[in-house]
Nanobody, 120 residues
């Protein structure tokens, strides 16, 4: 059974930083694209950043220049380095991954979510 397990959320003040981590565990052939989404209260889930297994990245305009997504393929782990946090970054952050259980098939998986709260 494949699972995505996140960690690293918390309560911080504006301007501070957090590093979120998400590790894929279980039996699978390969982890393909990985991403972070977030959902604030009363809002739809939105894409924050993506990274493919070659390291190419994309970011939402709202986090460009402040957040960095990276991955360690040997550890099947994706990170989200969040800097200069703002109150509007407050949300539950979800890890997302496209994982191949076999060479010619893939499925999508979500983590359980980790809360990030930015408040003075």
């Amino acid at each position: 059974q494949v699972q995505l397990v996140e960690s690293g959320g918390g309560l911080v003040q504006p301007g501070e930083s957090l590093r979120l981590s998400c590790t894929a565990s279980g039996s699978f052939f390969r982890v393909n694209a990985m991403a972070w989404y977030r959902q604030a209260p009363g809002k739809q889930r939105e894409l924050v950043a993506t990274v493919d297994n070659g390291g190419a990245t994309n970011y939402a305009d709202s986090v460009k220049g402040r957040f960095t997504i990276s991955r360690d393929n040997a550890k099947n782990t994706v990170y989200l380095h969040t800097n200069s946090l703002k109150p509007e970054d407050t949300a539950v952050y979800y890890c997302y991954a496209v994982i191949s259980l076999a060479r010619w098939s893939s499925n999508t998986y979500w983590g359980q979510g980790t809360q990030v709260t930015v408040s003075s």
